[in-house]
């Protein structure tokens, strides 16, 4: 049976203001929503965002938090006592070592969140694979992490396909460049999770915006 798919507006903002703005703007019309945490070190850009700071804005929403920092275990020890999370993702590019990824998984599911991995454009499946099984989510980005407006990487469309194809039951997510042109093919290629920042952001109207991906 396919995967129902769910659409995850993508929240990459630089300050609180941003945050407030951009939260604002999806977060009646959507159950889950993600916020991008950037450290300055395994992307160039940074945000000084934490779990304190977001409550003031965020309220009763659930949230996936997706890492794009070095530090991985400081950063999950850091959202996961913020009650709203219920899916944290990393980049394996960040932390390679499989005994120390499944420690991090292990220990977040005793805190009951979700794990998630994501691999950068130039990441095969081939240096994933044997920790698939460990996660919740597979999260497979359509462009290269820290900035948003950039054009969709096709490359991600293969990955999705084989994925799929060899674990039926997973989820895969995918973000980046996700927009009207695309949403299709990314959904046909077995994609059931799709994070969209820009393309949702950018519309005057969400729910044409939705209408129109569909």
């Known amino acids: 049976m396919p995967k129902k798919i769910q659409i995850i507006p993508a929240i990459l903002a630089f300050d609180l203001e941003q945050l407030k703005s951009q939260y604002k703007k999806v977060a009646k019309d959507f159950d889950l929503l993600q916020i991008d945490i950037m450290d300055g070190e395994f992307v160039s850009s940074k945000n000084n965002l934490s779990p304190r700071k977001i409550k003031k804005i965020v309220k009763q929403q659930p949230l996936e938090i997706h890492l794009m920092v070095q530090d991985i275990n400081s950063y999950i020890g850091q959202w996961s006592t913020f009650k709203n999370v219920k899916r944290i993702i990393w980049h ?10 499944i420690q991090a998984v292990r220990w977040l599911k005793k805190q009951n969140i979700k794990a998630g991995l994501a691999i950068n454009p130039t990441t095969t499946l081939k240096k994933i ?8 989510t597979i999260l ?6 820290g900035k948003q407006n950039q054009t969709f990487n096709r490359k991600a469309l293969s990955k999705i396909k084989k994925l799929r194809k060899k674990f039926p039951n997973l989820n895969i997510e995918i973000d980046g460049g996700v927009n009207d042109k695309n ?3 990314i959904t046909k290629a077995g ?11 950018q519309a005057e109207d969400i729910k044409q915006a939705i209408a129109k991906l569909k």
């Open 191 to 201: 994609a059931n999770l799709i994070a969209i920042g820009g393309y949702l952001q």
């Open 183 to 185: 949403y299709s093919k």
């Open 92 to 101: 394996y590019e960040a932390l390679p070592d499989e005994e120390a990824i």
């Open 129 to 136: 694979l044997p920790l698939i099984k460990k996660f919740d």
């Open 140 to 145: 497979i980005m359509g462009v290269t992490p």
